[in-house]
């Protein structure tokens, strides 16, 4: 993609993104949160691109919508840990305490696959700054037959070393998408031979972004647009 297309597109037309980062909660508050946030931008209550960081405060599953319809199943077969439906696509995925999650959301006027090509830049500056050398992904052929999402490999997937360190999905509303991905820290730290933090890992995803897009990130106030207690059920399912 041109440039001149990209500064016009819903990725960098803006020189100020809004960031928002809400730490490690339960899967059902993140994956309501992030669908909340997704309609809050199709209604037009927040009117510049979002980039959000998250971690989970315990070992959970979520589902991808494909897998929803069976998801009464999955919670009776992982009792020992909770499964959470997600609004994008994509297999499950199990999330822990050793990841850093990040969604964005903003207008799509430039296709979903050169926005996955977009934001795997910033991923790819951010696996940089630990030395390693990201590529984008590819389909290996095992893509739908996996239940687990980190077991097979897409395009909108960043590897390492031909080991998948970041998936990612999408969910597309009018005009509007929101992209979410999972980040293994334990991954990224066994390849870098360096134990990524949390924190550490937040604070250099933002400056990766932020160099590669030429933005500035200014902090969301939820409130803004949270006139009520979210409720969750409705939010993860809708």
């Known amino acids: 993609m041109n440039s001149k297309k990209l500064k016009n597109s819903g990725l960098v037309q803006h020189a100020e993104w809004f960031y928002l980062s809400t730490g490690a909660s339960s899967g059902s508050d993140n994956m309501a949160l992030d669908n909340y946030l997704l309609q809050a931008l199709t209604e ?3 009117n510049k ?4 960081t998250y971690g989970w405060s315990e070992k959970t599953i979520s589902i991808g919508k494909s897998q929803s319809n ?3 199943f999955y919670k009776n077969y992982f009792q020992d840990c909770p499964v959470v439906p997600r609004i994008t696509g994509g297999q499950a995925v199990i999330h822990d305490t050793n990841e850093i999650t990040y969604s964005v959301f903003l207008y799509n006027n430039i296709g979903f696959k050169n926005i996955y090509y977009e934001i795997g830049k910033g991923l790819l500056n951010f696996l940089n700054k630990y030395g390693l050398v990201g590529e984008y992904g590819y389909s290996d052929g095992s893509y739908k037959t996996k239940f687990n999402c980190f077991e097979s490999k897409s395009q909108s997937d960043i590897v390492v070393n031909y080991k998948k360190v970041i998936g990612s999905a999408q969910c ?5 998408i929101m992209q979410h991905g999972s980040i293994k820290l334990d991954l990224i730290s066994e390849l870098c031979n360096k134990y990524i933090s949390y924190e550490e890992a937040e604070r250099d995803i933002k400056l990766a972004f932020e160099q590669v897009f030429g933005v500035e ?3 969301f106030d939820l409130s803004s ?3 009520e207690k979210i409720d969750l059920e409705t939010a993860v399912l809708c």
């Open 49 to 52: 691109p979002l980039f959000r």
């Open 217 to 219: 990130f200014i902090d």
């Open 44 to 46: 037009q209550k927040i």
């Open 70 to 72: 069976q998801l009464s």
């Open 172 to 176: 597309r509303k009018k005009n509007f």
């Open 225 to 227: 647009i949270v006139c």
